[in-house]
């Protein structure tokens, strides 16, 4: 029998700018006496990794547009965030229920654009999603390597809202080491039936694993291991792979 | 350091009608050593629940409507399935790609209204989702009770497409002894700011957690344990709060 643990980082130091993070994930995993293993899957919240690499925008110097403006009247909100959301957007979704919903220059759809107020030190500040979430990830992963000499799969996740229910879950922003999609159609069932539909969102899924020992706001754990979960590995991929094409997307 | 794990529960048989599935669980979890205990979190795929239930329908005894017929012609589908997914649904959400996306008569949204033809043993025959998947939790959750002494929170897990992202994960149908949603909006973050959007469907991510190892579908293994996770308790819970009261849903 194949028990899959789900593992928190403990006493991770709060992540500061140009900090790296790969090796205190690794330092204090390894502390605590779970060091990193080959075939781990390392899932990440996105807010450590934009602090490590600076990615915090300070409201006092944003600028809002008119455009922002009239948000922020419309939805009583802050017009420097606002502005901050739509610079982060290349398009809006929806809007709706004080909901900004918006198309992240990444392509993923999500409320405000990723742009995060929790978990981020002082009062005025916010983090944006990374730049390149994938980037981010593999640069992890092959500092992971170089330290640990394992090979490990690397997910940054964030918490999103979904269309058809209520309830955010963790999902995955970035990946590296690891297709994000089990592709299951030409397999077959327990009665020989072949699958028809079946391309599951494993990163998806390792990111709300993860979130049962993640989602602990007060504790400040930024990062899991997944141990034995036998994924597909692979270096060329992407978290694009969970974006819809447009043509597709019967909801947006 | 408090490490969740994720348990399979291999060798549970076939599932048939009229089966005692709390039983046959039970007893296939205590054997490979890992029997139920306090704190636990059982997560079944629906398949099994309907099949224990007779809640199984042959194609070949059902007389499409008319405008299943129409529908067929148009999507080049099986006239009798799409019959039963329309008896299924209480309204049809989105057609397109292919898909009918609609709402089950319980308001859960999802393609063909969660009928499932894969894991159901006959060529002709289909699983609609149970009646109550709610009641269907707490039967089982009782069950589990009287046999093992042991308070078990219960699951029931389908495997949905979203609207927003590609590829399907796994979520929760019905459940008992646990609350499907973890309010957070009160809690502070790392920093003292308190959360504003934290609603965690964590339901939906112990059974995106528990795919991990239900999803081998040549193997079979239509149930497992999650341990460690400090859930909420409940007595007085459904699956429903996982669904947008139609007024705040944005993308209907």
């Known amino acids: 029998m194949h028990i899959i643990k789900i593992i928190p980082i403990l006493d991770i130091p709060i992540i500061k700018e140009n900090d790296d993070l790969a090796y205190l994930i690794c330092k204090a995993a390894e502390k605590q006496g779970t060091p990193l293993q080959n075939g781990d899957i390392l899932v990440i919240t996105h807010i450590v990794v934009s602090r490590a690499e600076g990615n915090i925008v300070n409201l006092d110097e944003v ?68 730049k390149d979430p994938d980037e981010s990830a593999r640069r992890i992963r092959r500092r992971i390597k170089e330290i640990t000499g394992s090979d490990v799969a690397v997910i940054i996740s964030d918490t ?16 590296a080491g690891i297709k994000p999609i089990r592709d299951r159609r030409k397999e077959r069932d327990l009665f020989g039936y072949t ?56 909801f947006i």
Chains 1, 2 share one sequence.
């Open 63 to 130: 600028k809002p547009s008119e455009f922002a403006r009239n948000i922020a009247t419309e939805y009583n909100r802050d017009p420097a965030l606002i502005e901050v959301v739509l610079r982060e957007s290349k398009s809006i979704v929806r809007m709706g229920e004080g909901h900004i919903i918006s198309e992240t220059r990444h392509g993923f759809i999500c409320a405000n654009a990723g742009v995060d107020k929790s978990n981020v030190p002082g009062e005025r500040n916010v983090a944006p999603l990374p």
């Open 160 to 175: 999103h809202g979904r269309a058809l229910r209520r309830g955010e879950i963790n999902i995955a922003i970035g990946v």
């Open 195 to 250: 699958l028809k539909i079946k391309q599951t969102a494993v990163a998806d899924e390792l990111c709300s694993a993860a979130e049962l020992v993640i989602g602990q706001a007060d504790e400040g754990i930024p990062a899991a291991i997944i141990r034995g979960y036998p994924y597909e590995r692979s270096e060329n991929t992407s978290a694009r792979e969970l974006i819809w094409p447009k043509e597709k997307a019967l």
